[in-house]
């Protein structure tokens, strides 16, 4: 057994940084009510630990590669403890806000390097093995977030979710302390600094300006020069990256359509699978009335179907091409969304939303394993480690960038549903504040309920057109192969299957 232990400290790590980006979302309207924030500040609250996510994960796979994978890992470990440990301390939306980057900061740390830790630790079947049961991990992560946070935020209090990382943290660093061995790339390059600075200043601009969008308006001063300032910023990145010899991002990679439709594919698939969820749990807590553990339960069908469909696409997909694998799988994203819009009227419970929710994870389920392996096969051997976080890159960006868009979007249909009445009103919807109104003014049911559905009806639109957006991307990047190029890998290859297993 203790030649599992690597396997143990990595997989520690990994399902802690990944029950993070989702136990959140169940605690949100305690958070607004303990910390009296707004809209914005629970946006954030979600967003900067998945931008950090984003912004850092391929500068933190070349530090690990120069400096050490493990050495990185724990510092990771500890990073990410010391910030749990700050977020749950927190006593203002603004040190939360901070804390969670830095939790970001650590999760990247320990994300860049998990795989390259078990692929040093594991040789042939054990690799294999070792890696299908990190991404059943990553699955089992997604799926128990919710209900974790439920669980903790509804007995024990929201700052829980943050302590609860504590002993599991210390217990990681123990484990990898004791049975995993340094490893390092002896051909890495140092760090390219100038990309890292001009991607995360991008980034972080877009999404500000799209979480002030509702607030400031589209054609404000403040959202354009947002804007402006991230469109500087990622020309800035593009600049250094193709004239730097060290990039964190070989921007030839792009040159292949199948790359392309690997990036786009996993940035919409995170935008319109799980970006609602947050707005979707304001609903069934402040309006519905239901405690943090029953939200936390509505959201899992669609944890539960993803987790199970990919564990399956292996055996039953394996011979179908990535494009239908792929295109089919953000098309039913898109319209298990959909589904949720046609279904979500004033008045309805939580039962309507079941369906898309299923719908929706059967998608995630198909699509996830094969984006994984055509991105490792459309590059060469030695940059299939650049190529994999790069897609973990897409992805956490796409989940950052969702929110905000989407969080846009369920503030104007609230507005719109609420049928002239204050746009103060909408705000205080959209901070987990119906409760409130509702004990102020029982007659308010109504038109609470009808804001909420205008709202919520919103977002699933939008979030089905970005699924079918994807899927209509994807069959037209991926195509069949010229002569000596890379073939796409079938999803059961272990590596590339694994490593983006129904992970958010």
Not at 148 to 158: A, C, K, M, Q, S
Not at 231 to 259: C, G, I, N, Q, Y
Not at 295 to 308: C, N, Q, R, T, Y
Request: charged content about 10%.
């Amino acid at each position: 057994m203790r030649k599992w232990l690597p396997l143990t400290a990595v997989c520690l790590g990994a399902f802690m940084l990944l029950v993070d980006v989702t136990i959140v979302t169940v605690a949100l309207p305690d958070m607004a009510e303990d910390m009296k924030t707004g809209f914005a500040g629970l946006q954030w609250v979600m967003d900067v630990y998945a931008l950090a996510l984003a912004a850092l994960l391929l500068g933190a796979g070349s530090l690990a590669d120069r400096m050490g994978r493990r050495r990185v890992y724990l510092g990771g470990l500890a990073v990410f403890a010391a910030a749990s440990l700050a977020c749950g301390l927190a006593t203002g939306p603004e040190a939360l806000i901070a804390f969670r980057a830095v939790q970001g900061l650590g999760g990247a740390a320990m994300f860049a390097t998990t795989m390259a830790l078990l692929s040093s630790a594991y040789q042939g079947r054990d690799r294999g093995i070792a890696f299908g049961v990190w991404g059943a991990v990553n699955g089992a992560a997604a799926a128990a977030g919710p209900i974790v946070g439920g669980l903790l935020t509804e007995h024990f209090g929201w700052r829980w979710i943050f302590f609860i990382n504590l002993p599991f943290c210390a217990l990681a660093v123990y484990v990898t302390v004791k049975a995993v061995a340094e490893s390092r790339n002896p051909r890495a390059t140092g760090l390219d600094l100038p990309g890292m600075v001009t991607f995360t200043a991008g980034a972080g601009a877009l999404t500000y300006a799209l979480i002030r969008v509702g607030e400031n308006g589209w054609t404000s001063a403040a959202t354009l020069g947002l804007l402006g300032l991230a469109v500087v910023a990622f020309a800035a990145f593009v600049l250094v990256e193709l004239r730097s010899t060290k990039p964190m991002l070989d921007l030839s990679l792009f040159r292949s359509p199948h790359f392309v439709a690997v990036m786009a594919g996993g940035l919409l698939l995170s935008g319109a699978a799980f970006s609602y969820l947050m707005y979707v749990s304001l609903w069934l807590q402040s309006a519905e009335g239901m405690g943090p553990v029953q939200a936390g339960l509505v959201l899992v069908p669609m944890s539960l179907a993803a987790f199970v469909v990919s564990a399956l696409a292996g055996r039953l997909l394996h011979a179908a091409p990535p494009r239908l694998t792929i295109a089919g799988g953000l098309l039913l994203i898109g319209a298990g969304a959909l589904l949720q819009a046609w279904m979500t009227d004033p008045g309805d419970g939580w039962t309507a939303l079941v369906p898309g929710l299923v719908l929706t994870g059967i998608g995630v389920g198909m699509a996830t394993p094969q984006l994984a392996a055509v991105a490792m096969a459309s590059v060469a051997p030695a940059r299939a480690g650049m190529a994999g976080g790069a897609l973990n890159t897409s992805r956490q960006l796409g989940n950052a960038l969702g929110i905000a868009v989407l969080g846009a979007v369920f503030h104007a249909g609230l507005v719109s549903g609420l049928d002239g009445r204050p746009r103060q009103t909408a705000d205080v919807l959209a901070s987990g504040g119906a409760g409130r109104l509702l004990a102020e003014a029982p007659d308010a049911a109504r038109w609470v309920e009808a804001a909420f559905a205008s709202g919520l009806r919103e977002t699933f639109l939008a979030s089905g057109v970005m699924g079918v957006a994807g899927a209509l991307l994807v069959a037209l990047l991926i195509r069949r192969p010229a002569a000596g190029a890379p073939v796409p890998a079938r999803a059961s290859a272990p590596a590339a299957a694994a490593s983006e297993r129904t992970s958010v």
